[in-house]
T-cell receptor, first 116, second 112 residues
Framework: GAVVSQHPSRVICKSGTSVKIECRSL??????MFWYRQFPKQSLMLMAT?????????EQGVEKDKFLINHASLTLSTLTVTSAHPEDSSFYIC????????????FGQGTRLTVV | TQLLEQSPQFLSIQEGENLTVYCNSS?????LQWYRQEPGEGPVLLVT?????EVKKLKRLTFQFGDARKDSSLHITAAQPGDTGLYLC????????????FGQGTTLQVKP
């Protein structure tokens, strides 16, 4: 399958600072990328959908000013958690999908964010 | 309310036992996917089922899609410690964007 790489895999930051997470599709052009959040022992919850070159679409209850998403190229999307607080600590996972309608979305390895 | 109801949510069994995980909904789906996720990793796609009544096998894992395409099951025969992980069923969200809606997940622990 295709490869999606997330960076960093783990990050610890202080309250009030911002953290940027990168999601790269290494061997295909990702026209759409998805950002999910996962709390311990829980399932994945979709946060937002981003299409290359356009604004992200956020799910209900997700603050767009808190979780800034940029999808500036066909191989890179970034999620920036702004003014992070301990309750933002979570596992963040991206997935990327190619242009064709029925193609599979491939997941990155995830990023463990801990806000202290 | 949860679109996909997975059960059980937690399962701890001994090596060699069989188990079944269920994924139920009142909605009809064109397809359904099963993923396995290990701690600290992203989910990995195991199978996609698309036809009502379809049965797919992946080594000791058997996946079934209900006749009405509202539910699915995952059966593991002779579970091994390497099967330990979080099993997730998922369906495509509306408008065919590729976004996935996941069930709550089943955490499986297989003890040696």
């Amino acid at each position: 399958g295709a490869v999606v790489s997330q960076h960093p895999s783990r990050v610890i930051c202080k309250s009030g600072t911002s953290v940027k997470i990168e999601c790269r599709s290494l061997d295909f052009q990702a026209t759409t990328m998805f950002w999910y959040r996962q709390f311990p022992k829980q399932s994945l919850m979709l946060m937002a959908t981003s299409n290359e070159g356009s604004k992200a679409t956020y799910e209900q209850g997700v603050e767009k000013d808190k979780f800034l998403i940029n999808h500036a190229s066909l191989t890179l999307s970034t999620l920036t958690v702004t003014s992070a607080h301990p309750e933002d600590s979570s596992f963040y996972i991206c997935s990327a999908k190619g242009r064709a309608l029925n193609t599979e979305a491939f997941f990155g390895q995830g990023t463990r964010l801990t806000v202290v | 309310t949860q679109l996909l109801e997975q059960s059980p949510q937690f399962l701890s069994i001994q090596e060699g036992e069989n188990l079944t995980v269920y994924c139920n909904s009142s909605s009809v789906f064109s397809s359904l996917q099963w993923y396995r996720q290990e701690p600290g990793e992203g989910p990995v796609l195991l199978v996609t089922v698309v036809t009502g009544g379809e049965v797919k096998k992946l080594k000791r894992l058997t996946f079934q899609f209900g006749d009405a395409r509202k539910d699915s099951s995952l059966h593991i025969t002779a579970a091994q410690p390497g099967d330990t992980g979080l099993y997730l069923c998922a369906v495509n969200g509306s408008s065919n964007t590729g976004k996935l809606i996941f069930g709550q997940g089943t955490t499986l622990q297989v003890k040696p």
